[in-house]
């Protein structure tokens, strides 16, 4: 049972600056009993402006997670190219192992998965396939390189005296017609510093359900050759251009040489899921909806920050898929929301891997964010229990990171863990539920729910005595207290569960 606080919601609201009620008067009626006799009321947001003042759109890293000029990540820019995304093995892997071993375990695939639903094997019945299933498509909103405003759409039930409309009366007669620029409405176009911009965007994505926003500012040297250069879903090739606007043909999308910034965030994925897996590590049904739910909140989460930058006057700029435009690890560790690990994805301090990355271009100016240094990168030196556990054994063992890659799906220029990729993939269709094993028992994967969590992290960023062996000291406690364990699959549906079931159970201020 959790320990009843002794400090009043009064009290922590007002120390917050959210003692306010929402029509900015302290002490109103309304609201609900704290259990100490006060009132609480909700947070004094009369309109954007409001909210951007707030703590709500700023970024408060934990003390021990240090800003640095470059990333922990060592980066030879010469040696990075554009990548070729048609080369990544979700794309490319019936290349990499064949197209007859890839029709056979895609047969063997579709075979058991089929079989396991009618014998109702534990996370792999109907339920856990359509939760799944359900998580990774639901959505109103595909993913496009402009965003759907540009597309036209069959909202008529839009409310019409909340939204714009070229006619001036009556309901508009489309998406198209709602998601209008500021010369289509008659009124100037936004203009802020970057500071603010950054946080404008930041407070607008947190209403829209991410999780962390950091931004990269894209340079012809570096960071530019971070977006593909060629999209894996249709082929086109992306090209830069001195050009107002954005568009594309049959053969090319083309970012304006002025959209010098790119917008990174990152969606949450359930601990409780991610770990429901076989006693033998197997991927079950239910473990994969925890991947799927976040592309699936991505995909609106997309459309809507494009939306929100067309009505502003400005570019929102994402390639054809979620996955699409640009390498999305690299782009969260220039943008400061964490470091790379062993397992070749972005790890972050407060949510270790269950994040997933997304990022979208623009001519909006914004502050960009920096690399940091919380001690994750020289963790992974010594943890290696992602490499112990991955069942396709395609995560490298080698204690140091290395410059050589694997193969044609990784893109040189950095030194990390590279990974087997096609054998990845391959176990993707052997366990009929993609693979995220080396998500569940990493260090990292875990809800801050003691102190002693918090106190683990600093002293993997700040320790400087014997890092390496403290480090292993860590790695090893985290599998006696079971934190790699496996939880019970079927044991989810009977849980109470918050919204996404990937909130942090750690209390804080807000809580009641």
């Known amino acids: 049972m959790a320990r009843r606080s002794t400090v009043g919601n009064k009290t922590r609201m007002k120390a917050m600056g959210l003692d306010k009620g929402i029509d900015g008067e302290a002490g109103g009626s309304g609201g609900s009993s704290d259990g100490d006799g006060e009132k609480i009321r909700g947070p004094g947001f009369n309109d954007l402006d409001d909210l951007m003042a707030s703590g709500f759109s700023e970024w408060k890293r934990p003390w021990w997670v240090s800003e640095v000029d470059k990333p922990t990540l060592e980066i030879d820019w010469q040696a990075t190219e554009r990548f070729d995304q048609t080369k990544i093995q979700q794309v490319s892997w019936r290349k990499y192992i064949g197209d007859a071993k890839a029709d056979e375990l895609t047969k063997r695939r579709d075979e058991k998965a089929h079989q396991w639903m009618i014998e109702g094997r534990d996370g792999y019945t109907i339920r856990d396939r359509a939760l799944d299933i359900a998580s990774r498509n639901a959505g109103t909103s595909g993913v496009s390189f402009t965003g759907s405003w540009s597309k036209g759409g069959g909202d008529d039930h839009a409310d019409e005296e909340t939204h714009f409309t070229r006619e001036g009366a009556g309901p508009p007669a489309g998406i198209g017609s709602n998601v209008m620029t500021p010369e289509e409405m008659g009124v100037p176009r936004w203009e802020g510093t970057a500071a603010e911009n950054a946080r404008m965007i930041r407070s607008a994505l947190r209403h829209f359900g991410a999780d962390q926003v950091g931004y990269v500012e894209l340079k012809p040297d570096t960071t530019e050759k971070l977006i593909y250069e060629f999209d894996a879903m249709d082929g086109k090739k992306i090209e830069f251009e001195n050009v107002d606007k954005a568009y594309e043909t049959d053969k090319k999308r083309v970012i304006p040489a002025k959209a010098r910034w790119a917008i990174v965030f990152t969606v949450k994925m359930s601990e409780e899921l991610i770990k429901r897996k076989t006693e033998a590590g ?41 996955n699409g435009l640009g390498i999305a690890p690299a782009f969260a560790v220039m943008a400061g929301l964490g470091e790379i690990g062993r397992i070749n994805r972005m790890i972050s301090p407060e949510y270790g891997p269950l994040n997933r990355v997304f990022k979208i271009v623009t001519d909006l100016p914004l502050e960009p964010t920096k690399p940091i240094d919380a001690g994750i990168m020289n963790f992974c030196r010594t943890c290696k229990v992602c490499a112990t556990e991955c069942p396709s054994n395609c995560l490298s063992k080698e204690t140091d990171p290395y410059w050589e890659p694997a193969g044609a799906w990784n893109n040189p220029g950095h030194k990390t863990w590279y990974e087997d990729s096609p054998s990845c993939r391959t176990w993707w269709a052997v366990s009929t539920a993609g693979c995220s094993t080396c998500f569940a028992v990493c260090a990292f994967s875990k809800k801050n729910e003691s102190i002693v969590h918090d106190l683990v992290k600093i002293a993997i960023a700040k320790n400087k005595i014997m890092p390496d062996q403290v480090n292993a000291f860590f790695t090893k406690m985290d599998g006696v207290f079971g934190y790699q364990d496996q939880k019970n699959i079927e044991d989810w549906w009977d849980m109470e569960l918050p919204p996404r079931g990937a909130n942090n159970a750690k209390r804080h201020l807000l809580d009641k």
């Open 282 to 322: 197997m991927p079950t049904a239910l473990s994969s909806a925890a991947t799927g739910i976040a592309y699936g909140q991505a995909r609106n989460m997309i459309d809507r920050i494009q939306n929100f930058l067309h009505v502003l006057g400005y570019q929102g700029l994402m390639g054809s898929w979620y």
